[in-house]
């Protein structure tokens, strides 16, 4: 992605969003990041409360392992029955892939009954359950589903098809070659091995996408989400942003309900999206229908650059976080070197140069001012983005749609 340095607008956005790529290999998002995309498939109220418990710092469900990693084992779980669900392959390769999957699966169930379950994390017994519902800080167990199915959907860049199955397969793939060729020679084995490597989407060591020449995604919504955690995840990790200088922007803004809301926000638009293309494929003959539905798309364009907006003002704030990281680092150095002033006079004043300790801190004093004027403009330029961002008036959207 890009450094601070190098300003995103919002027409690099929409062009990332069309060609659903992004510039260079980001890091996967963090699993805080990936709660917040995943709680915009709730309904408000859950998402409020994903988003309380998080600021207020109180535990939410985690994995042993990533949540891009939960993505990663439903797209090789769906790629899986998509092969399945043809119905043409032989028997023999159609039993190693049903115990793949199932495999799959119950690693998939183990993950959401972590989730949904929420042991250790929400209340389990009737009178702490009450408390937390008076707090409004109790999850129901059915938006705890719906946050389970977001995270199967966390954004991922360059996911294989069907590259993960085929590796964790290998084992089994084999075996099951070698039984049929000792059975039925070395031809029949050929013949299943290029069966299953067909159905698991790639031959043994098809070498995984790398990002080289940027990130691919599935689409443009999930390319936006992944734009909106990955500069959540940087402002939130940027030492400036934690720092007492930026005290009165945090309490302006909630990150983690603007990227919750923004997630919201793409789910209900390619939910619609969806919606209006079936819409058009089954009554599109109807030139009056037809006619309708090009209208409402148009009048609801507009709901897309805004959101684009909404993401480029969050890239701006990352961005100005960051660069004013860089200004408070040099003001520590400056400090430190300022606790030196009292040991140099000294040493200056035994050899009766007083003049060049005067000089030195003259000098050091005008450094400090100049870094302190700079982050006073960054904290300018921040709370204008934070403007952009937390607009007084919230947009509604409808139930569902997607330009």
Not at 246 to 259: D, G, K, P, S, W
């Amino acid at each position: 992605m890009t450094p601070a340095s190098v300003p995103v607008t919002t027409a690099d956005l929409r062009q990332w969003t069309r060609d659903s790529r992004l510039p260079g290999d980001p890091p996967p998002l963090s699993d805080d990041a990936a709660l917040l995309i995943a709680a915009g498939h709730t309904s408000p109220g859950g998402r409020a409360l994903v988003v309380r418990r998080m600021s207020a710092g109180l535990p939410l469900p985690r994995l042993s392992g990533p949540y891009v990693d939960l993505r990663r084992l439903q797209h090789s779980i769906a790629h899986l029955e998509q092969q399945l669900a043809t119905g043409s392959m032989p028997n023999m390769v159609a039993t190693v892939l049903r115990s793949r999957l199932s495999s799959m699966i119950r690693k998939r169930e183990d993950a959401r009954r972590v989730v949904v379950g929420g042991k250790g994390v929400f209340a389990t017994s009737t009178r702490a359950i009450r408390r937390e519902r008076r707090e409004n800080l109790y999850l129901e167990i059915d938006e705890r589903e719906k946050l389970f199915v977001g995270l199967l959907y966390t954004p991922v860049a360059n996911l294989p098809v069907g590259g993960g199955v085929r590796r964790a397969g290998t084992a089994a793939v084999d075996r099951v070659a070698g039984f049929v060729g000792s059975l039925a020679g070395r031809g029949a084995a050929q013949n299943v091995e290029e069966w299953i490597n067909e159905a698991l989407g790639g031959a043994p060591g098809q070498p995984a996408p790398t990002g080289r020449g940027g990130s691919t995604f599935s689409d443009g919504y999930e390319t936006l989400q992944f734009v909106a955690g990955h500069f959540y995840d940087r402002i939130v990790r940027s030492p400036a942003w934690g720092s007492d200088f930026f005290e009165l922007q945090r309490t302006q803004v909630n990150l983690h309900a603007e990227l919750a809301e923004i997630a919201a926000d793409v789910v209900a638009l390619r939910g619609l999206r969806v919606d209006l293309d079936r819409a058009r494929a089954s009554g599109g003959f109807d030139e009056g229908f037809a006619e309708h539905l090009e209208q409402r798309e148009a009048a609801l364009r507009p709901v897309w650059t805004e959101l684009l907006e909404r993401v480029q003002a969050l890239v701006e704030i990352a961005q100005t976080v960051e660069s004013a990281a860089a200004e408070l680092r040099i003001l520590d150095e400056y400090d430190r070197a300022s606790t030196l002033d009292d040991r140099i006079d000294h040493l200056l004043a035994r050899s009766g140069d007083r003049e060049l300790s005067a000089d030195h801190t003259r000098r050091l004093s005008e450094q400090v001012r100049a870094g302190e004027e700079q982050l006073r403009i960054y904290r300018d330029v921040l709370q204008g983005n934070i403007a952009r961002i937390a607009p007084q008036t919230m947009r509604e959207l409808p139930e569902r749609y997607e330009p």
